[in-house]
């Protein structure tokens, strides 16, 4: 057998570079690019292995370890899974900086390789600068925080290991099911121990991303199911993207004439104008979608995991005549809230589902007027104003004429990301990314780095409030350096103004989420051109509208400051959120909201 002499963190590198898949038509390795911050756990080993590997692979340098896996998993979300980045840091803070950035690849179900060193496995130096000693196991190191966000986990204590270790992870990566975050912990002694490797772990591998059909019977029930509805609704989640269904399912709702209701991470899946679209659904959907879900005798949700605010915390789908049909590539989710599963890749189940149903069309609805009034609500919501103080919906609004039909808006977390999941209108496939299923503060500037760097032709625009951007926006340098331009708008409404609202719906007092008059003002504007953006902070929403046509002209990451009212919201539209309002308190509004919920828990639908 033919061996060549690396070491392990060489092999790794290299083994990483040859592992590919195919994007439309063409073939492209799996992983983009390293992210790096280098440490003493990682800089003499998988450091000098990246260094002379850059021409196969590219390594990146950030700001923040938690950033650069948020950049890497954007990335991943915007390439619907097809490819994905590597993260890699030093043990200690470096590592447990990413824990947060694993979580919400976990929940998003998207792939990212985090490759953290880890303590000395031969514990020479034991301890070593940074390890966290377990008084009881001597085994545990921080690295163990990932095991519960990895879809994998793996301790890498002797070279060898990557024999089995590095082809697990790769098949984890790219399965439509188990796609998820990969954590291998890599002792740091062990980056540098040399092996005597098979020269064939090294040849070029084509990986395959299936698009698994359902069970054929399970179809002919999905078919037997529509055919014999009333009011069927089908509710279009992040699968539906991941799968590249998109035309799918327009062909499906066009020719059947069946209404689609898009989840946050399903936003997008079809184009806002498209006849049988009718927005958002759930806690931030649309007053059409929200009524065609209560009308429906059966609810067809494809690709979704169903979390609390697409059902209304399980309320909105709970009528007892109601049938729920789930369509998804993962058992686990294909079984929740008592739904008639049906298990498969979202495009080849419309592909089927389409065979089996021929020139069956929906029952007749007023589907166009429930879209019709709705969109007279988005207006007025999104219309122009010369409010000193305008509210996310106006801003959103201004954004959205600002820019052409190939932008893509990136959020997170706060207020805004409901008020673009009811009133965002995508006009092209990938134009919506929002993060919501982990809805991480922080995730907006540097996801919206990933995202311009796996659509660098397309506008990125950053839609982020004050106090996601006071948290995590290092990432705008990066921007810079790498000429990787956004456009980052700023609603600074002093605060963390939804959690304000929410305090205030639940009968609380106005208590430690907005900044009272003796805090600082913050030059938002400063702050970003200090980090070579260029900047500008407007007086109102005229002003915005023009910033906006200076952003666009710029060469390079432009950041625009606006003040928003922290009180307003769309009222329009919206369903019912469970969260918990305490049973007794000294406050009479705590009361009235504690009734007001118990009330509505009784439209819960549980035991499912």
């Known amino acids: 057998m033919s061996t060549v002499r690396l070491t392990a963190a060489q092999a790794a590198v290299r083994w990483l570079a040859a592992q590919d898949v195919e994007v439309d038509g063409a073939r492209v390795p799996f992983f983009a690019g390293v992210w790096a911050i280098f440490g003493h756990g990682n800089v003499a080993g998988l450091g000098e292995a990246l260094e002379g590997a850059q021409a196969l692979l590219p390594t990146f340098r950030a700001h923040n370890e938690q950033a650069m896996a948020h950049t890497a998993i954007a990335y991943a979300k915007q390439m619907r899974r097809r490819r994905a980045m590597v993260c890699t840091t030093s043990i200690g803070p470096g590592a447990t900086n990413m824990v947060t950035a694993a979580a919400l690849a976990h929940v998003n179900r998207l792939p990212v390789l985090l490759l953290p060193g880890d303590v ?32 994998y986990f793996d301790r890498i204590l002797r070279p060898e290991q990557l024999l089995a270790a590095l082809p697990r992870a ?11 975050p990969v954590t291998l912990a890599f002792c740091q002694d062990v980056q540098a121990e040399a092996y005597d490797w098979p020269q064939g772990f090294f040849q070029r591998r084509l990986w395959i991303q299936r698009r698994q059909p359902a069970d054929p019977r399970e179809i002919e029930a999905l078919a037997a199911r529509l055919r014999s509805a009333k009011a069927p609704l089908v509710v279009a989640g992040g699968g539906v993207l991941y799968a590249g269904a998109e035309v799918a399912l327009a062909d499906f709702a066009a020719r059947t004439g069946v209404p689609v209701a898009e989840t946050q991470a399903g936003k997008g899946a079809l184009a806002w104008d498209h006849p049988q679209a009718l927005g958002s659904i759930g806690v931030t959907g649309s007053s059409a979608a929200n009524a065609a879900a209560e009308a429906a005798d059966l609810v067809v949700g494809i690709g979704t995991r169903l979390q609390d605010f697409t059902t209304g915390s399980r309320a909105l789908f709970a009528h007892p005549d109601r049938m729920l049909v789930q369509v998804n590539v993962g058992a686990f989710d294909a079984h929740k809230h008592g739904a008639e599963p049906v298990v498969g890749d979202a495009g080849a189940v419309l592909e089927q589902l389409s065979a089996a149903l021929r020139d069956w069309r929906a029952p007749a609805a007023d589907t166009a007027g429930q879209i019709a009034a709705w969109n007279a609500e988005a207006d007025t919501a999104m219309a122009p104003s010369d409010a000193a103080l305008p509210s996310d919906a106006r801003v959103i609004g201004a954004v959205w004429r600002s820019v052409d039909e190939t932008a893509i808006v ?26 919501y299923g982990y809805s991480c503060m922080g995730y907006e500037i540097a996801g919206g780095l990933g995202v311009k760097l796996a659509a660098p032709d397309r506008e990125v625009v950053v839609m982020v409030g004050d106090g996601s951007y006071l948290m995590l926006n290092s990432e705008i340098a990066t921007s810079v350096a790498m000429g990787a331009k956004l456009i980052v708008t700023v609603l600074d409404n002093r605060g963390f103004g939804c ?7 639940t009968g609380g007092a106005a208590f430690n989420n907005l900044l009272d008059a003796a805090a600082p003002a913050i030059d938002f504007a400063a702050h970003a051109a200090s980090l070579g953006a260029r900047s500008e902070k407007v007086a109102n929403l005229a002003e915005f509208e023009a910033a906006m046509g200076r952003a666009r002209a710029s060469d390079r990451t432009y950041v625009v400051v606006v003040d928003t009212d922290p009180q307003a919201s769309t009222e329009a539209g919206g369903a019912w959120w469970d969260v918990a309002v305490p049973e007794v308190s000294a406050r009479p509004q705590v009361r009235a909201a504690r009734a007001d919920y118990d009330a509505a828990q009784q439209n819960q639908r549980l035991g499912d």
Not at 170 to 180: H, K, W
Not at 412 to 428: D, F, M, Q
Not at 499 to 505: K, V
Request: with cysteine; glycine share 10%.
């Open 120 to 151: 000395y496995a031969s514990r020479r130096p034991d301890p070593v600068l940074q390890q966290v000693e377990d008084f009881a196991d001597g085994t545990v190191s921080p690295n163990d925080c990932f095991r519960p966000v990895s879809r």
């Open 170 to 180: 790769m098949a984890v990566l790219t399965d439509p099911a188990a796609c998820g």
């Open 410 to 435: 990136v959020c997170a977390a706060g207020g805004l990301p409901g008020e673009l999941h009811k009133l965002w209108r995508t006009r092209r496939p990938g134009g919506y990314h929002v993060e």
């Open 499 to 505: 959690i304000n609202r929410l305090q205030a719906g």
